[in-house]
């Protein structure tokens, strides 16, 4: 008999999974557009979902899509607020006017992160395909002006920054410009996933030629990296800013406990392990409209990416990951 695995206290779950860039290390950039309607989530959806898990205290709206594409967007922080749920999400920012920051403020959402990837408009708009440099700029300085005129503790504000070979020595400008518009957070990771599980000739073979001629855990670039690391660092203290660094090196005893903690859902109510895979065609663990979460969760596919992952011989698609690497 197999032991029954709490329920989890935190979810993911990709609101849409439209959006308006094409990001160059990003698995949207490689598939066919969605349409904005199509790729959103359902609202009777969500809060199934959300009513079926009595013990979460956590709830992340993002995925693949810009979240702030879902039509539904405001009524499921509202809807997660109520049940006491903390949420946040990610966003890309081209999308935060004043009018959507003050009525994010009002909502109570109690962190926003935003992407932003360099110091400079080139840079950035050669990595966020379709983006502006100074509108994203703009607005999450709007965002942190918002949030100070309402006198509100939420949300979070936090940058976070995709680390790779061509954008790494922009971390301490980055770090003097969140300084300066009131940013007091950065977030650095590195590229999630080396997508060695899949077919070098297949569907996946743009993102991962990608990742391997930009991932500074390959061991090319560690030098380079940690230098821009420690300016970093220093430009951090100076500016009273929050820095969070990644390892440049997989540490061996990292693991991964996603499985047993959280999970997480597609737009279109795919169950998967985690944020990190990408890709439902990866691996996927049941759909909300076959069964309950509750059910999947404690399903014999659950069950068995478990007891493979917390083995010797652990999925083939989290051997390439980099929270299972100890490198994001």
């Not at 999630?192 to 993102?207: K, N, V």
């Not at 380079?224 to 300016?231: D, I, K, L, Q, V």
């Not at 996603?258 to 392990?273: H, L, N, R």
Request: charge should be positive; include cysteine; aromatic fraction near 8%.
């Amino acid at each position: 008999m197999v032991d029954t695995v709490p329920l989890p206290a935190s979810l993911q779950v990709e609101v849409t999974s439209a959006c308006n860039l094409r990001c160059a290390m990003c698995l949207v950039r490689y598939r066919p557009p969605i349409n904005k309607l199509a790729g959103a989530m359902s609202l009777d959806m969500f809060r199934k979902l959300v009513d079926s898990v009595p013990t979460l205290r956590q709830l992340t709206l993002q995925g693949l899509g810009e979240p702030l594409l879902a039509p539904d967007l405001l009524e499921m922080i509202r809807y997660a607020k109520r049940r006491g749920v903390r949420t946040g999400f990610n966003t890309n920012a081209t999308l935060l006017n004043p009018r959507k920051a003050k009525q994010l403020v009002e909502s109570e959402v109690d962190w926003l992160h935003v992407s932003l990837d360099a110091a400079d408009a080139p840079t950035f708009e050669a990595i966020r395909d379709g983006a502006s440099f100074r509108t994203v700029v703009d607005n999450l300085a709007g965002l942190a002006r918002a949030k100070r005129e309402s006198g509100s503790s939420v949300p979070w504000i936090r940058v976070v920054f995709v680390a790779m070979r061509r954008n790494v020595a922009h971390l301490a400008r980055l770090v003097r410009l969140l300084g300066r518009i009131g940013v007091g957070e950065l977030r650095v990771q590195n590229l999630s996933h080396t997508f060695g599980d899949t077919d070098p000739a297949g569907a996946y073979q743009e993102i991962r030629q990608y990742a391997r001629d930009e991932a500074l855990w390959t061991g090319d670039d560690r030098e380079h990296a940690e230098a821009a690391f420690a300016r970093a660092r220093a430009a951090a203290t100076r500016a009273g800013v929050l820095l969070r660094l990644p390892h440049n090196e997989p540490t061996p005893t990292a693991g991964c406990t996603w499985p047993w903690d959280g999970a997480y859902i597609t737009s279109q109510g795919v169950v998967q392990p985690c944020c990190m895979v990408m890709g439902d065609d990866r691996v996927a663990l049941g759909r909300l409209d076959h069964q309950s979460f509750p059910e999947i969760w404690n399903g014999p596919e659950y069950h068995e990416f478990r007891r493979r992952l917390a083995g010797d011989t652990p999925p083939e698609v989290c051997r390439g990951c980099a929270l299972y690497q100890g490198t994001f």
